[in-house]
């Protein structure tokens, strides 16, 4: 199964409106990841947050991790047409299980111009 | 390269018949994943190549899969006797180090199995 769960699957907003997406996962992790994907091919890297830290922004992109809640969100202000994607969240296991990423199954964004 | 290369881009093939998907990662990259993904599906881990380790080949979803990396950079993912549930989009992506990098994805190759 997935360990990383996106919520909402699919979102639609106007251009210039801000974007959440959230993320749910189950065990225990090393690191969550936030990935774009245009086109249904290769992902680009966003960003990367560590178990240990609760917020990180990266120019537009701003994510949040409760480790204690087991979630993430990521949130994308003031929204651009070049936005729409499907946005993946993904998990490192924590201790010695391996540093393989493990996906979930996505948020489709569209902003609308 | 400046980034992950795979080869080829689309591959259309008969039930049946074995197919070879290629990777180049990054240079200097030590860690090499293969993933694939069905028509608006999630990524699916398939195998892992990290330095001299062994793989972990926990992903591979049938004996019909295989992977080599040779020489600790090019990966051939094989896939014999292909079924038309092989249809996906197969990913591979690098990174540097284990845990603290994020990957760095090719644009994968689409097979079609008819």
């Known amino acids: 199964s997935q360990q990383g769960e996106e919520d909402p699957q699919a979102l639609s907003i106007q251009e210039g409106e801000n974007a959440t997406m959230n993320c749910s996962y189950k065990?225990?992790?090393?690191?969550l990841q936030w990935y774009r994907q245009n086109s249904g091919r290769g992902l680009v890297h966003l960003i990367l947050i560590r178990s240990n830290e609760r917020e990180k922004h990266s120019g537009r992109l701003r994510v949040t991790l409760d480790t204690s809640k087991k979630s993430s969100s990521l949130l994308i202000t003031a929204s651009r047409a070049a936005d729409t994607a499907s946005y993946f969240c993904a998990t490192v296991p924590g201790g010695t299980s391996g540093s393989r990423l493990t996906f979930g199954e996505g948020t489709q964004l569209t902003v609308n111009p | 390269g400046a980034g992950v290369s795979q080869s080829p881009s689309n591959k259309v093939t008969e039930k049946g018949k074995d197919v070879e998907l290629r990777c180049d990662p990054i240079s200097g990259h030590t860690a090499l994943y293969w993933y694939r993904q069905s028509l608006g599906q999630g990524l699916e881990f398939l195998i892992y190549?990290?330095?001299?380790?062994?793989?972990?080949k926990s992903g591979l979803p049938s004996d019909r899969f295989s992977a080599e990396r040779t020489g600790g950079s090019v990966s051939t993912l094989t896939i014999q006797r292909t079924q038309q549930e092989d249809s996906a989009v197969y990913l591979c992506a690098s990174s540097l180090e284990r845990q603290y990098y994020g990957y760095t994805f090719g644009s994968g190759t689409r097979l079609t199995v008819v």
């Open positions: 190549f990290q330095g001299n380790s062994a793989p972990d």
């Open positions: 065990t225990s992790i090393n690191n």
